[in-house]
């Protein structure tokens, strides 16, 4: 591995890390992305985070996420990809979410492995945390059971 992987690998690890640490599984490969999100791992529910390294809104999109697991209903399965660390991974996530143009970070919620809701980066960019979680909530109100 050569020296710019890992200094890149070592600097996104802690936005890794704040979703992981509330309880998103990571789908670093198109192969993990399809047992997720196929077959039996793809009943209920499932929110799809795509992490960032972008500064503004990524800095919103993974806090306004914890904040909304705080809600009395949450998605049954939470995952994650990074666009621009994992990009097959993060390629075969997108193909999940039908009709959407990619949008990095962004959230999808699935149910049922069809995607019902879609939040791009261009509604997490300058929103305040609060109303990233609240649609965020919003949905799960609606989807989660």
Avoid: W
Avoid at 108 to 127: F, P, Q, S, W, Y
Wanted: hydrophobic share 40%; aromatic share 8%.
């Amino acid at each position: 591995m050569n020296f710019y992987v890992q200094q890149m690998q070592a600097m996104v690890q802690h936005m890794r890390d704040e979703l992981t640490n509330v309880g998103f599984k990571e789908l670093r490969t198109p192969e993990e992305v399809d047992a997720a999100l196929t077959g039996e791992g793809a009943k209920g529910t499932a929110l799809v985070v795509v992490n960032s390294v972008c500064g503004c809104a990524a800095g919103l999109a993974r806090p306004a996420a914890a904040f909304s697991l705080k809600h009395d209903k949450v998605p049954d399965h939470l995952y994650t990809v990074f666009a621009g660390q994992d990009r097959e991974a993060t390629a075969r996530a997108r193909e999940y979410f039908e009709g959407q143009p990619p949008s990095s970070p962004s959230f999808a919620l699935l149910k049922d492995g069809k995607l019902v809701h879609m939040i791009h980066r261009h509604e997490i960019e300058n929103v305040p945390l609060e109303e990233i979680a609240a649609n965020l909530t919003a949905a799960y109100d609606r989807y989660c059971d």
